[in-house]
C-alpha cells in the first residue's frame, strides 16, 4: 500500500470525494464513523485517507439557533486570547474577569426577558388593558416564560457536555463519576486532556445556575417592592449590571492592551479578550433593546412608560451604521493597496488588476483582528458619547433617561431585532448553499474550536471530538506504516495542529505535517498567542523535524486565510513555500501514480484560486512525494 497520506478538510466541510480528489463518492470507501464524522479512504489507492469532520458543525437541525448563543461564544472564546508572555497573576486576573463577564451575561439575558415577559407584558400591559385578567396572573405568566428560558439553555448546554466534553482523550465516551479531571489553567495543546474536561463544564454549569437563579430573586424583589407603581423598575437593575459590564470590560482592557507572543512581523492586536467581551455585550443589548422596543408599542406603552434599559438604544442603530462603514472602508482600502506588477508583461491587463486586488484583500483578511477591536472600540465611543449626552439629575442620583419616541427609534425597533433574524437566516440559508456555508463557517469553525471553560451557554465546541478522532488517526498511520503524511487545509491544520502537540516524541518524528491555506499564523497566532504563538510554532517546528518527519506550508498571496507560519527566520526557510496564484508553469501527474479528476494541474496564467485548489498544484504533489520517501 506504502505510506498513508492523511487528509483533513477545511472550513464548509466536504462531500468526501471531494477531499479525495475524486468526483464520485462510489470511488471512496468508508473506514469507519457515523453522520457527523468519517474515517474514508480511494478505493482504487487506500494510502489516501480523509478525515471528514463537516457534520459535528452543520448536521443539526437547530444550527441557525445557535445565533442566540453567540454572545456567550464570543465571551467563551475571549478567556483564550490572552498573550503569552505574562505574569501569572496577571492572567489569572484575566481570566478571573472573564468569568465574571461571562456570568453578568448571564444575567443580562434573563433580565432582559422578565422585563419583556414580566414588566412590560405582563405587569403594564394587563395594568392598563380593560381586561378581566390581573396584573398578577400577567407577572406569574412573565416569570414562567423567563423560567422556561432558563431551562431551556441549561438543558441545551448538559446535553452537549454530555456529548462533547465528558469524553476521555481518546474519544471514548466515560460514566458521569469517571470524567476527566479538573481543568488546570496551565494547560496548553500538549496536554493530552486539553479537550476532555466534563468536570470543569459540570462545575461551570452549577455556577451559572447559582447566577441565573440569584438574578431570578432580585427580579422578585424589585418587582415586589415596586409593585403598584407605574413600572415595575426592572431597568435600573438592568443599568447597574450594564455598569458593572462596562468596568469589566475596562478592567480587561488595561491588563491586555499589551499581550505579546506572536510571530515575529504578525500584527499584536491590543485587549482582545476586552474587544470579545464588548462584542458580547454590544450584540445582547442591542438586539435585546430592539425586542423590548418592539414589545413595548405592541403593547400600546408610551414613552413615559419606557425604563433606563432602553436609553443607549439610538446608539446601537448609529454604531450597526458605523460598524458597516468601517468594515467596507476597511475592505476598499486594503484592497486598493494590492500590487501585483512584478507578472510578466504577457498577462492580460484584467488578470493583472485582478490579482493587484485579491492580493490586497487578503492583507485586510489578514489584519481583521485589528479591525475587530476598531468594531469593539466604536461601540464603546457612541455609548459612551449617548450615556454622557443623557445624564440627568434626579434626586441627587444621576440616572440615564428613556429615549426620545423618534425617528431613531422607529430604525432601531426594526433594525436591531432584523439582525439577530438576518443572522438566523443566513445560517440556514448556509446549510443549503455551499458558497455561503464557507463564509459563515470561517466564524463558527473558530469560535467553535475551543473548549467552554469561561461560559457553559456557549456553542457546544467540535473539537472535543475531531482533535481527539484525527489524533487516532495519525497514530493508526504510525503503527501501520511507521509514519504518515498529515495533509491539512485551512481550518483543518489548527485541528491537526492541535492534534499533533500532545503526541509524544518518538510519535510525532514520525509525522510529516503538509498545512496548505493554513490560518494558523495569519488568525490563529494573533488571536490566541499563548496556544498558537511563536513559542508554540517553534516547539512544534522542531519536534517534527527531530526524525525523519518534517513541516511543509504552502500558501498564495491572494488568499485571504492562509498565509506564512513560521516566514524566512534562520532554519524556517523550508518550511514556507509560496505559491504562485495565477500559476506560472503547467503540472504534471508523476509517472504511475493515480491521476484523480479535481486534482489535474492548474493551467498557467489562466486564473486566480486564492483558496481554493491547491491539491492542484505541482508544489502540493512535489511535497507529498518527498515526504513519502523519506519513510520509504
Known sequence: MGMRELRIHGVGGSTGAELLGLDDRAETILIRGDRSTQLIARREDPSVEGYLWGGLTSVSALQPLWVLLLPFTLVNVAGWTHGARIARWRWMLIRGLVHLAAGL???????????????????????????????????????????????????????????????????????????????????????????????SMTWLLRWHA???????????????????????????????????????????????????????????????????????VALTNGVFSGVTLLAARAAGLGQERWGQELALIESFVITVALWAILVIGWLLFWRARGRADELPEHVEDQLRRRTAAWRGTALGAHRAPVLLVWLAGTFLLSAGIAAALRFEPDGGVRWLTPPEDGFLADVAMVLLPGLALAGVGVVWLSMRRRVLRRTVAIIWDVLTFWPRRFHPLAVRPYSSRAVLEFQAGIRHGIQEDGGVVVSAYSQGSAIAYAALAPLPQEEISRVCLLSIGAPTTTLYAQVFPAYFGELSLQRTHDRLASGAGGWRNLYRRTDPIGGPVLGTAEGHAEVDQEVPDPAEEAGSVPEGELEVPLEAPREPWADLAGHVDYHREQAYRDAVAEFRRRFS
Not at 178 to 183: G, M, N, P, Q
Not at 216 to 228: D, I, K, P, S, T
Not at 268 to 280: G, I, S
Open 105 to 199: 451575561l448571564t444575567s443580562t439575558y434573563v433580565l432582559w426577558t422578565a422585563i419583556i415577559a414580566v414588566d412590560y407584558l405582563g405587569y403594564q400591559a394587563l395594568r392598563d388593558a380593560d381586561l378581566p385578567v390581573s396584573p398578577a396572573i400577567g407577572v406569574l405568566a412573565g416569570l414562567a416564560v423567563t423560567l422556561a428560558l432558563v431551562v431551556v439553555l441549561l438543558r441545551v448546554a448538559e446535553v452537549g457536555r454530555r456529548r462533547f466534553e465528558a469524553r476521555t482523550p481518546d474519544g471514548t465516551v466515560v460514566p458521569e463519576e469517571e470524567t476527566s479531571a479538573d481543568w488546570h489553567p496551565e494547560e496548553d495543546l500538549s496536554s493530552r486532556s486539553f479537550f476532555s474536561h466534563g468536570r
Open 210 to 280: 447559582a447566577v441565573l437563579g440569584v438574578t431570578g430573586v432580585v427580579v422578585l424583589a424589585v418587582a415586589g417592592l415596586r409593585w403598584g407603581g407605574t413600572t415595575l423598575g426592572l431597568g435600573e437593575v438592568f443599568l447597574a449590571i450594564g455598569l458593572l459590564q462596562m468596568l469589566v470590560i475596562v478592567l480587561l482592557a488595561g491588563l491586555t492592551w499589551r499581550g505579546g507572543g506572536q510571530p515575529v512581523g504578525t500584527p499584536a492586536p491590543r485587549a482582545l479578550p476586552a474587544a470579545a467581551v464588548t462584542l458580547a
